[in-house]
Each structure stands twice: as C-alpha cells, then as structure tokens.
C-alpha cells in the first residue's frame, strides 16, 4: 500500500506542477520555488511530515522536500546551538544531496553533450 500511497503523491505533486505550467507564463524554476516554499510551510506546520509516514519515499522525492529538509534542519540546529545552528543544522542535513546533486551533474555533463 505504501508503494500505492507514494505514487500517488508524487502523481499529485507533478500534476499540479504541470497545470500551473501549463496555465500561467511560470517557468520550471518558478516552479521549483513555490513547492520548494510549499514544503517549508507545510514542515513548519508539522503536516509534511504526516505526509512522509503516509507516502514514505513518495514524499521525499519531490522539491517539496527540500524546502522540508532546509526548515526542518535550520529548527533542529537553533534547538541545538541558537543563532549561528541555524546554518550548522541546514548545512547538515542538506550537504549529501546537494553534493551529491553535483557529482551527479559532472559526470553526466563528461558524459553526454549539451544542444544548442
């Protein structure tokens, strides 16, 4: 059911995305932002995180999570070290992704050509 239930978040999330591209003169990266902003508001709230015990990995997929993971790093590190956690619990929690998003994107880019 969880597999079920990750799909059709995700389906949910893309589609939306997909009527406001299609609807509005937005362009992916307006996109991106707004779910981005999305996903801290709702981790602010506490609801993200029902939605990760219902969809499981479907709800870390999407950009919404990442607005998630950034809010949900920066409260962790102000309980932990005030002010200047802020940026420690951020950095913590999104370091491997974004590292990783950039070792990802070199090796791609070494190996497939970019269009013109």
Request: hydrophobic share 50%.
């Amino acid at each position: 059911m969880i597999y079920l239930n990750a799909f059709i978040f995700c389906g949910i999330i893309c589609t939306i995305g997909q009527i406001i591209l299609d609807n509005t003169n937005f362009t992916p990266g307006h996109i991106t932002v707004i779910f981005a902003v999305i996903g801290t508001f709702l981790d602010v709230f506490n609801i993200y995180d029902k939605f990760i015990l219902w969809a499981g990995g479907g709800a870390l997929v999407p950009i919404t999570s990442f607005g998630h993971t950034l809010t949900h790093g920066a409260i962790q590190g102000y309980n932990e070290g005030g002010i200047l956690g802020l940026f420690n619990g951020t950095l913590n929690l999104t370091s491997a992704g974004i590292s990783a998003a950039i070792i990802f994107s070199f090796f791609f880019s070494l190996i497939f050509k970019s269009r013109d």
